[in-house]
């Protein structure tokens, strides 16, 4: 008898531990589903918008001037000249625009921070100056990242006319790996940031289009036109 109620007893003793381990994994899963949707998408506004518009402009920029060039004149070396030019002076442009950007904006916090402390006349510790520092921006990093995500950018449509002889062929396949790559960026930046995926695709897709017609049509009017 003793043994059968023992035995009775750790199997409840299991169900009941089996049962409140259910509860638990359940109670885990809200917990993770309420934290997903209570996100602050706006944390990754910052880096966001200097990674997808850098991409997004040396992809745009260095397409159009590809299109423009290519409006006027088909051989394949001049494509490429001109596209290898927009990718270097775009990369250099965006590093320095983004360094001196960031800088002001670290010179105005850190002088902030320093009319808040001798208004408070208070002596932070060093970790907290330390930590202070941690979240000052950095101009160098932005720099770096601004001319490293132009450059990825650009060498789409690089990459996409180097190998191609036949004029409209080559045109051809740019419009589609841009568009491609359009694509990819809309999608991405929709996904990081959180915001509708089909209407951001949408709105970075028809802004290249539109970029590069412009480009093309107007360089093809003046070329023609004997300018």
């Not at 966001?48 to 992809?59: C, E, I, K, P, S």
């Given at each position: 008898?003793?043994?059968?109620?023992?035995?009775?007893?750790?199997?409840?003793?299991?169900?009941?531990?089996?049962?409140?381990?259910?509860?638990?994994?359940?109670?885990?899963?809200?917990?993770?589903?309420?934290?997903?949707?209570?996100?602050?998408?706006?944390?990754?506004?910052?880096?966001?918008?200097?990674?997808?518009?850098?991409?997004?402009?040396?992809?745009?920029?260095?397409?159009?001037?590809?299109?423009?060039?290519?409006?006027?004149?088909?051989?394949?070396?001049?494509?490429?000249?001109?596209?290898?030019?927009?990718?270097?002076?775009?990369?250099?442009?965006?590093?320095?625009?983004?360094?001196?950007?960031?800088y002001s904006q670290l010179d105005i916090e850190v002088a902030q921070r320093k009319r808040g402390n001798n208004n408070?006349?208070?002596?932070?510790?060093?970790?907290?100056?330390?930590?202070?520092?941690?979240?000052?921006?950095?101009?160098?990093?932005?720099?770096?990242?601004?001319?490293?995500?132009?450059?990825?950018?650009?060498?789409?449509?690089?990459?996409?006319?180097?190998?191609?002889?036949?004029?409209?062929?080559?045109?051809?396949?740019?419009?589609?790996?841009?568009?491609?790559?359009?694509?990819?960026?809309?999608?991405?930046?929709?996904?990081?940031?959180?915001?509708?995926?089909?209407?951001?695709?949408?709105?970075?897709?028809?802004?290249?289009?539109?970029?590069?017609?412009?480009?093309?049509?107007?360089?093809?009017?003046?070329?023609?036109?004997?300018?």
């Amino acid at each position: 008898m003793e043994s059968k109620q023992s035995n009775t007893i750790k199997h409840e003793t299991i169900r009941g531990n089996h049962h409140m381990g259910d509860e638990e994994s359940q109670q885990q899963h809200v917990i993770e589903e309420k934290e997903e949707e209570l996100f602050d998408y706006t944390t990754r506004a910052q880096w966001l918008r200097a990674a997808v518009l850098g991409a997004n402009d040396g992809l745009v920029s260095t397409a159009s001037l590809m299109m423009g060039v290519g409006a006027v004149k088909k051989d394949v070396k001049t494509m490429i000249l001109i596209g290898f030019a927009g990718l270097v002076a775009g990369a250099c442009s965006m590093a320095i625009g983004e360094f001196v950007s960031v800088y002001s904006q670290l010179d105005i916090e850190v002088a902030q921070r320093k009319r808040g402390n001798n208004n408070n006349n208070n002596n932070n510790n060093s970790r907290e100056d330390e930590k202070e520092e941690e979240g000052l921006p950095n101009p160098l990093q932005a720099a770096f990242a601004s001319a490293l995500a132009f450059s990825v950018g650009a060498m789409v449509p690089l990459l996409a006319a180097s190998f191609i002889q036949e004029y409209k062929v080559r045109l051809g396949v740019v419009v589609a790996a841009v568009s491609m790559a359009l694509a990819v960026f809309g999608w991405l930046g929709a996904f990081l940031g959180g915001a509708p995926i089909v209407r951001a695709t949408f709105r970075v897709l028809f802004g290249g289009w539109l970029a590069m017609a412009i480009t093309f049509g107007l360089t093809r009017w003046m070329g023609t036109n004997g300018f």
